[in-house]
T-cell receptor, first 118, second 116 residues
Framework: DTGVSQDPRHKITKRGQNVTFRCDPI?????LYWYRQTLGQGPEFLTY????????KSRLLSDRFSAERPKGSFSTLEIQRTEQGDSAMYLC????????????????FGPGTRLTVL | AQKITQTQPGMFVQEKEAVTLDCTYD???????LFWYKQPSSGEMIFLIY??????QNATEGRYSLNFQKARKSANLVISASQLGDSAMYFC?????????????FGSGTRLLVRP
């Protein structure tokens, strides 16, 4: 049973370029989350998928950000026209859907993609 | 208003001693869950322990225990018999039952350094 994987682990890009990150959740986990973590801070929620449906987006997710989860398996997060303020660790997490009690379901995190915008 | 507050940016503890990391939270939701995660320098978030709002007893997981004081809205993490490998960032997080996305809300973290 493999965990959540993310690719690439590190990305250095120049301002104005587009970047795309990939997340492969744990098999059969139908919930998938993207978080952003800047230096010295805790992760902040960006967006949430249940299966292939994107059900919630944070106000942090500007128009330059887009996320997809085709077929409800892997997910991609694209940032267009990157800015230096986009430099951060982008974390993906997945969780199964529990019927009885959803408030206590654990989220399993991937290793993150560290983005540096020059 | 901050939903999760961790007031200790950094903590030191001597190896083999116990340490308490503070966390206070703010919610009006009667159903919520509180989590602690460890983040080593490699970056991955490692789940440590969970406490539900309706749980009567404090959660324990090996050397980790959660001191849950509901009236004071605090959920402090206690690490007993600290080990060098415990040096890392520690994050307290909350999930609210009325939040249909069940996203986690994190505090700003505490950096723990275990001294040999």
């Amino acid at each position: 049973d493999t965990g959540v994987s993310q690719d690439p682990r590190h990305k250095i890009t120049k301002r104005g370029q587009n970047v795309t990150f990939r997340c492969d959740p744990i098999s059969e986990h139908n919930r998938l989350y993207w978080y952003r973590q800047t230096l010295g801070q805790g992760p902040e929620f960006l967006t949430y998928f249940q299966n292939e449906a994107q059900l919630e987006k944070s106000r942090l997710l500007s128009d330059r950000f887009s996320a997809e989860r085709p077929k409800g398996s892997f997910s991609t997060l694209e940032i267009q026209r990157t800015e230096q303020g986009d430099s951060a660790m982008y974390l993906c997490a997945s969780s199964p859907r529990q019927v009885v009690s959803e408030v206590d379901e654990e989220q399993f995190f991937g290793p993150g993609t560290r983005l540096t915008v020059l | 208003a901050q939903k999760i507050t961790q007031t200790q940016p950094g903590m030191f503890v001597q190896e083999k001693e116990a340490v308490t990391l503070d966390c206070t939270y703010d919610t009006s939701d009667p159903s919520y869950g509180l989590f602690w995660y460890k983040q080593p320098s490699s970056g991955e978030m490692i789940f440590l322990i969970y406490q539900g709002s309706y749980d009567q007893q404090n959660a324990t997981e090996g050397r980790y225990s959660l001191n849950f004081q509901k009236a004071r809205k605090s959920a402090n993490l206690v690490i007993s018999a600290s080990q060098l490998g415990d040096s890392a960032m520690y994050f307290c997080a909350m999930r609210e039952g009325m939040d249909s996305s069940y996203k986690l809300i994190f505090g700003s973290g505490t950096r723990l350094l275990v001294r040999p």
